[in-house]
């Protein structure tokens, strides 16, 4: 009985360290839970071409179709999004999870590593080498470190919370069969590290991370008992390294110049790069999404101290594991752990920073338990007074790792909040300036501060062509900026010769003024064979062709293309309408075009306004073209020409003089150098009595706007020929003769006017 009922109270006590490390880690990241995608967190959820179950079946079987090779990953993206779709508290609850989880499981590992063995694992009697619950403490600072919020609180890492899953429940099921020899908790374990692999392949580590601990419990190896049932692992492990670093090379970019290291300055990189985690999990201070770029080649030779400061660590640590093993252990789990990521194989991430906070999330799992433990057997000889002292220092410990990390937490807000902050903190990163630029560009009234950010990023890496694209964006916007932006894409794809994003957008301003159709032309069909699924390519280069002779059934392919790849596309469906609105017979498609736009997007003004003026040429679709025009005005009422249409349609339905004139007034009072609006003023008010002062002012003022508007020119020259003003009337129709002398419309009306005379 009292055996059960202490067994009873274990649990409880276990289940109630549960329940406060779950608490600490939402507490910790509530601030992130609300926060929206970050940066290339679209590229890593589930892409709509991915979301159906074909899109499933290409996770596992197509390189490429996935930015990363991580099929379990992906896998459980997929899920997620059939969960929740594009809710993305969804995802960082469930990262949040996975992080606990893995925080619990690593005390119980901790628990059965921190048991002092007899001969071998689980065998001889047993007794706690470093003092009980020291393992909590440990899971719990793991939990609640600052460098960890990168992985915990961006939703792209869940590559790491989920692969330290696999990879603690991977360990903890081999343990067991060292401790049984039973088959299934070796087939077990090396399913959990496969899956592991599929998740994040910088665990591949971990066999020879298990080879570390049973060194360290055992005080040796044997090849028979330790090594030879992990070979298979390190084999697979192999494998899934080098697919990854194939990956990154060729589908993500991990090459040219910096990469271009030799073993020499590999072999400096990483012994900075050691340190800087080490140092960086003892004083979590200025933590940043992205740190300093180091040039590797002017600052290597500098960085032998670094070098020379971890070979003598181990040696020393070497000689001393007689007296301590855990310190090498500890060491040796630490920089094992950090192996991937030390700078011998290229990733991309390396043309930012070659240290970044989810690099060492795996590694900080060693290196705080191996500090916690250390710290545990060091106070188990202190007096019940240094006890308490103790206690107390990792009360205050855990309270500050807590705030510093609810404070990180909120920058995963958006990305502009994280990136100012990033900037703030290493004004030299140029991604950090192409990212905030980025989000900035996205909301109104920020266009200024983009085009600087993008400037800031230019000037710290002038050969980044993603921000070259960005800036020629946003110039373009400008006055005066198309030739800068042309240039800007032009520098872009000399850059990146293959860059689809660039092909299109120097395409869109090669094809604004319509003069250089051809060449935008040519440059959407370029950015389609590099990327065949360009939707928006796809588009444009249907609406370029639209203004092409002759080739419209060409534009109708690529418009049933564009809708094929994203049949709810509201654009697509829009641009489609307008162009088969502008052909012969086509009306009737043009209105179910228009429909499906709407259903799509029932807000969109310029769609609605769009489709009204397709429904007021056709018969019996007046009113509903009136109707379509009063909802345009309801979500845009400063549309001026939408008020100009609007009076036109409330014209042709007759009684409606004093609207009519009203919203012609209104279009003018918003934009007074619209001339059609003129024109079309002066001819209604040329109907209404003791108003043709006011109908002659608008027709000059018509002409005066547009010197070469030929209708203008012949409608002031009706309104003064209606007022018996023939000579003037004349004079305006000869006017519009000497621009057009081929305006069959003026010489038709002056012929009429000499006959008139003679008669």
Request: charged share 20%; aromatic share 12%.
């Given at each position: ?333 630490f920089a094992g752990s950090l192996f991937p990521a030390l700078g011998f194989f290229n990733v991309y991430p390396f043309t930012f920073s070659y240290v970044a906070d989810h690099f060492q999330y795996l590694a900080s799992v060693s290196f705080i338990s191996a500090v916690v433990g250390g710290a545990g057997l060091l106070v188990a000889r202190f007096s019940p007074w240094g006890m308490r002292l103790a206690k107390a220092t990792a009360v205050i410990l855990v309270a500050g790792l807590a705030i510093m990390t609810v404070r990180q937490s909120r920058l995963y807000r958006d990305d502009e909040t994280l990136f100012r902050a990033t900037v703030d903190r290493v004004p030299t990163s140029w991604m950090a300036h192409h990212i905030l630029a980025f989000s900035l560009a ?128 509201a654009q697509a469906h829009s641009d489609f309408a307008d162009a088969l609105s502008a052909l012969p017979g086509k009306a009737e498609e043009a209105v179910a075009q228009y429909r499906e736009a709407l259903r799509l997007n029932p807000d969109s003004a310029a769609i609605h306004f769009r489709f009204a003026n397709t429904l007021v040429h056709l018969p019996g679709r007046l009113a509903e073209a009136v109707s379509n025009y009063e909802t345009v005005l309801r979500l845009k009422p400063d549309f001026a020409e939408a008020h100009a249409n609007y009076a036109n349609a409330l014209a042709n339905q007759g009684g409606h003089d004093a609207a009519v004139l009203a919203h012609y007034e209104t279009a003018l009072r918003i934009d007074p150098a619209l001339p059609w609006v ?82």
């Amino acid at each position: 009985m009292p055996d059960r009922a202490t067994g009873r109270q274990f649990a409880l006590n276990q289940w109630g360290l549960v329940s406060l490390v779950f608490g600490l880690v939402l507490i910790c990241y509530w601030p992130a839970l609300h926060g929206v995608r970050l940066w290339d967190d679209s590229a890593h959820i589930t892409r709509p071409a991915l979301q159906s179950w074909t899109g499933l079946w290409r996770i596992w079987t197509e390189l490429g179709a996935t930015q990363q090779y991580y099929p379990v990953l992906h896998t459980a993206f997929w899920i997620e999004h059939r969960l929740w779709g594009d809710a993305t508290i969804g995802y960082h609850l469930v990262n949040l999870v996975w992080h606990a989880t893995s925080v619990c499981l690593l005390a119980g590992l901790l628990r059965h590593l921190w048991i002092a063995p007899g001969r071998y694992l689980g065998k001889g009697p047993r007794s706690h080498l470093i003092p009980a619950g020291t393992e909590w403490l440990a899971a719990v600072v793991f939990a609640i470190h600052p460098v960890c919020a990168e992985s915990v609180a961006w939703i792209s890492e869940q590559k790491n919370t989920l692969s330290l899953l696999f990879y603690l429940l991977s360990a903890i099921t081999y343990f067991k069969y060292c401790d049984s020899r039973r088959s299934s908790s070796y087939a077990g374990a090396l399913i959990f590290f496969i899956l592991a692999l599929g998740t994040k392949s910088v665990t591949a580590t971990l066999p020879a991370a298990i080879l570390v601990v049973l060194w360290w419990k055992n005080g040796g190896l044997s090849w028979r008992r330790d090594v030879l049932p992990l070979l298979p692992w390190f084999c697979v492990g192999l494998a899934a390294g080098s697919l990854t670093a194939w990956v990154e090379r060729a589908f993500i970019g991990a090459e040219g110049n910096r990469f271009d290291l030799s073993l020499v300055e590999r072999t400096l990189l990483a012994g900075r790069v050691v340190w800087f985690y080490f140092f960086k999990l003892i004083w979590p201070a200025d933590v940043a999404f992205f740190y300093p770029h180091w040039d590797v080649r002017a600052e290597a030779h500098g960085w032998i101290g670094y070098s020379s400061a971890a070979v003598v660590c181990t040696v020393i640590l070497w000689a001393l594991r007689g007296r301590t093993r855990g310190l090498l252990a500890g060491w040796l789990l630490f920089a094992g752990s950090l192996f991937p990521a030390l700078g011998f194989f290229n990733v991309y991430p390396f043309t930012f920073s070659y240290v970044a906070d989810h690099f060492q999330y795996l590694a900080s799992v060693s290196f705080i338990s191996a500090v916690v433990g250390g710290a545990g057997l060091l106070v188990a000889r202190f007096s019940p007074w240094g006890m308490r002292l103790a206690k107390a220092t990792a009360v205050i410990l855990v309270a500050g790792l807590a705030i510093m990390t609810v404070r990180q937490s909120r920058l995963y807000r958006d990305d502009e909040t994280l990136f100012r902050a990033t900037v703030d903190r290493v004004p030299t990163s140029w991604m950090a300036h192409h990212i905030l630029a980025f989000s900035l560009a996205k909301k109104p009234g920020h266009r200024t501060e983009a085009i600087a950010e993008y400037r800031a990023a230019l000037r710290l890496n002038p050969e980044f062509p993603d921000s070259h694209l960005g800036l020629g964006v946003e110039v373009a916007a400008t006055p005066a900026g198309r030739a800068e932006a042309v240039a800007e894409y032009e520098r872009a794809l000399t850059l990146r010769p293959d860059y689809a994003e660039a092909h299109n957008a120097l395409g869109v301003e090669l094809a604004r003024t319509g003069e250089h159709l051809s060449e935008a032309i040519t440059h959407y069909e370029r950015a389609l064979r590099i990327k065949p699924d360009f939707v928006e390519a796809q588009l444009n280069l249907a609406n370029a062709l639209m203004k092409m002779p002759g080739r419209n059934e060409e534009a109708f392919g690529h418009y049933v293309e564009a809708l094929r790849l994203r049949p709810n596309y509201a654009q697509a469906h829009s641009d489609f309408a307008d162009a088969l609105s502008a052909l012969p017979g086509k009306a009737e498609e043009a209105v179910a075009q228009y429909r499906e736009a709407l259903r799509l997007n029932p807000d969109s003004a310029a769609i609605h306004f769009r489709f009204a003026n397709t429904l007021v040429h056709l018969p019996g679709r007046l009113a509903e073209a009136v109707s379509n025009y009063e909802t345009v005005l309801r979500l845009k009422p400063d549309f001026a020409e939408a008020h100009a249409n609007y009076a036109n349609a409330l014209a042709n339905q007759g009684g409606h003089d004093a609207a009519v004139l009203a919203h012609y007034e209104t279009a003018l009072r918003i934009d007074p150098a619209l001339p059609w609006v003129h024109l079309n003023l002066a001819l209604y008010l040329s109907r209404i009595p003791g108003r043709e002062a006011e109908a002659v002012r608008h027709g000059e003022e018509a002409v005066r706007l547009k010197p070469d508007y030929l209708d203008a020119y012949n409608g002031l020259a009706i309104i003064f020929a209606q007022q018996g003003r023939w000579d003037e009337a004349k004079t305006s129709w000869e006017k519009a003769l000497s621009v057009d002398p081929n305006y069959q419309t003026a010489r038709q009306n002056l012929d009429l006017l000499e006959r008139m005379k003679k008669r």
